[in-house]
């Protein structure tokens, strides 16, 4: 017979040994999944018993966590601006990061016109999906060249009721986008070829590489995106991109030869510059 109590302090020092941070929460969301039990329950009754077969789906559990798969991953879940998305080892782990290009985005644009937004590169379809609900009126094309993560993207659309207005279909790019856009959003994959190997494991052994992979030096699908958006922006429209860590200069740059001008740039909680908006600069 065991506790919550017991089955938490266990799963912690085998978690700090494997050196995970986070070994208190982890614990506890995991022990949260297979008892059912609420935060509450778990930290208001440490003595509840927990019965022999839970506890054993707990340390199957926590064995995962010790091999650095997140728990995201294992519980095929991900919150993300205050909902629930569903995730597969097909999609990247959305980042409470990616939080930061949704507020610049939404601080942006008119909330009373019915816009049309673009996404590239959706995989989960947190920003699209994100979009769909905050703004009622406009509908959103988001396009991956994946089609197991347009499947996810799909049921989250479907879960989120917004399947309607979101137009969840494959592209490489822009390829099969036609007419304007007064947003194209796009967190894409930036990281530089070379240093994917030097990621802590629960990105490079989880992420999938075409979601992380920006090419020698990370800036490959800027380039692609700052020279085909303009052709699908509306007149006032605008373009917003994650960026990576130390990016802003050169992405910038990669904008501004295209005609572009940023508008904002917005740092994420962790004090890195991780968004970027940008309209069509003025011409004399
Ligand atoms: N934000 C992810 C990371 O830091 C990378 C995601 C991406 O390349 N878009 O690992």
């Given at each position: ?107 942006h ?71 304007t856009?007064d ?43 700052a020279?085909?958006c303009s052709?699908?922006l509306s007149g006032e429209g605008k373009v ?12 910038i740059a990669?904008f501004e030869s295209h005609g572009f001008s940023c508008l904002e ?11 970027l908006i940008f309209g069509v600069a003025f011409s004399d």
């Open positions: 017979m065991t506790t919550v109590k017991a089955l938490l302090a266990g799963a912690r020092q085998r978690l700090i040994s494997a050196d995970i941070d986070n070994s208190t929460l982890d614990a506890r969301l995991l022990l949260q999944e297979v008892t059912g039990l609420s935060h509450a329950e778990i930290v208001g009754s440490p003595e509840t018993v927990i019965a022999a077969e839970q506890a054993a789906n707990f340390e199957i559990l926590v064995k995962r966590r010790t091999s650095a798969e997140p728990v995201s991953r294992i519980l095929g879940k991900r919150e993300f601006y205050g909902r629930e998305f569903l995730v597969t080892p097909d999609v990247l782990d959305p980042r409470a990061d990616t939080e930061t290009l949704l507020e610049i985005c939404l601080d644009l008119a909330k009373d016109r019915p816009l049309r937004i673009l996404d590239l590169g959706t995989g989960s379809g947190i920003l699209a999906l994100s979009l769909a609900v905050e703004l009622r009126l406009a509908t959103i094309e988001a396009v991956d060249v994946s089609e197991a993560a347009l499947k996810v993207a799909r049921i989250n659309a479907d879960k989120l009721g917004v399947a309607e207005r979101c137009d969840v279909h494959l592209g490489n790019w822009f390829s099969g986008c036609t007419g856009y947003l194209i959003v796009s967190n894409p994959p930036y990281i530089e070829t070379t240093a994917i190997a030097g990621l802590e494991p629960d990105v490079k052994n989880f992420d999938p590489l075409l979601a992380l992979d920006g090419g020698v030096d990370g800036l490959s699908a800027y380039r692609v995106i020279r085909e052709s699908y917003a991109v994650e960026i990576g860590a130390g990016q802003q200069a050169d992405v990669v740039a917005r740092q994420d909680l962790g004090g890195h510059v991780r968004a």
